[in-house]
């Protein structure tokens, strides 16, 4: 089984409507990450949290939210989904050392 | 903020031959880390080679190899012959040494391989 778990793989779902992006790792981590990707801007953080208790905005949350269920679970949702929020959608671990961060296989949302 | 830029979007090589890919970064900080991560179609994150910048010393994994030029705020990827299977995105990253540990990406640049 994969460190870093992401469901679905692919989506695609219709303006306004609510969707749930999950992840869940088996790193041990208690620093989880969500990131969006978009052509020629990389990689951008939208959520972190440090424990179950610590969530904390990135860059670009407006339109998200996030919920840390358990310190291996850490999900993103869209409230009300919209086309510019088409992406790639990544969660990502680390540990407190130097090194360490863990990917998941990404989750391509497509909102029409 | 740190930023991270990567000015070439697209780059080709020809198989065997070298290819060098750039990226600048903008931080007031002394210490921290600097990544290249490739991401082939499958879109997997896979970490190339890292790079402490209190080291100055120029991190080598295997074919890949950096440039890093601390004063410059430069760190650039070298690619010595270059294989059909090296063609992906390859994305420059920054991490802090503070407590949140993220990471900064530039827009990444996309490497063609050419049999």
């Known amino acids: 089984d994969a460190d870093v778990t992401q469901t679905p793989r692919n989506r695609i779902t219709k303006t306004g409507k609510r969707i749930m992006l999950e992840c869940s790792q088996t790193?041990?981590?208690?620093?989880m990450y969500w990131y969006r990707q978009d052509p020629g801007l990389g990689l951008r953080l939208i959520y972190y949290?440090?424990?179950?208790?610590?969530?904390n905005k990135g860059e670009i949350s407006d339109g998200y939210s996030v919920s840390r269920q358990a310190q291996a679970k850490f999900s993103l949702s869209l409230e009300s989904a919209i086309p510019n929020q088409t992406a790639l959608y990544f969660c990502?671990?680390?540990?407190?050392?130097?090194?360490?961060?863990?990917f998941g296989s990404g989750t391509r949302l497509t909102v029409v | 903020a740190q930023t991270v830029t990567q000015s070439q979007p697209e780059m080709s090589v020809q198989e065997a031959e070298t290819v060098t890919l750039s990226c600048t970064y903008d931080?007031?900080?002394?210490?921290?880390?600097l990544f290249w991560y490739k991401q082939p179609p499958s879109r997997q994150m896979i970490l190339v080679i890292r790079?402490?910048?209190?080291?100055?010393q120029n991190a080598t994994e295997n074919r890949f190899s950096v440039n890093f030029q601390k004063a410059a705020k430069s760190f650039s990827l070298k690619i010595s012959d270059s294989q059909l299977g090296d063609a992906a995105m390859y994305f420059c990253?920054?991490?802090?040494?503070?407590?949140?540990?993220?990471?900064?990406f530039g827009g990444g640049t996309r490497l063609m391989v050419k049999p």
């Open positions: 931080t007031s900080e002394s210490d921290y880390y």
């Open positions: 790193k041990g981590h208690d620093r």
């Open positions: 790079q402490e910048a209190y080291k100055q």
């Open positions: 990502a671990t680390s540990d407190p050392g130097r090194y360490g961060y863990t």
């Open positions: 990253a920054y991490r802090s040494v503070d407590a949140g540990n993220m990471l900064t």
């Open positions: 949290s440090f424990d179950v208790k610590d969530i």
